[in-house]
């Protein structure tokens, strides 16, 4: 990960960081450039999943069908079953 100094726009370092939680972290930074010297405190943060892992998807889609009622369930199946026409 790169980061860079809002003040000079020089690449900066982590020096330390403090887990607030797992999701998200305080980042202790400083300059690299020695003339501009600024340091400061960035946030790191777990926004969103773009794709769900595979398990938890799984688990949703059967969730989701035991929703349905049994009439949507069995046609639900019958249009999985059923061959698709090109």
């Known amino acids: 990960m ?3 100094c809002a003040a000079c726009d020089h690449k900066g370092r982590i020096g330390s960081r403090e887990e607030i939680t797992r999701r998200y972290v305080k980042l202790y930074c400083q300059c690299l450039d020695p003339q501009c010297g600024h340091t400061w405190v960035s946030e790191l ?3 969103h999943s773009l794709r769900p892992p ?3 998807l799984d688990t949703l889609l059967v969730e989701r069908i035991r929703n349905l009622s ?3 369930q069995q046609e639900l ?3 999985v079953s059923s061959p ?3």
């Open 45 to 47: 943060t777990f926004k």
């Open 77 to 79: 199946f019958l249009q």
């Open 84 to 86: 698709q026409l090109d």
């Open 70 to 72: 049994p009439a949507q």
């Open 54 to 56: 595979t398990q938890q």
């Open 2 to 4: 790169r980061i860079y």
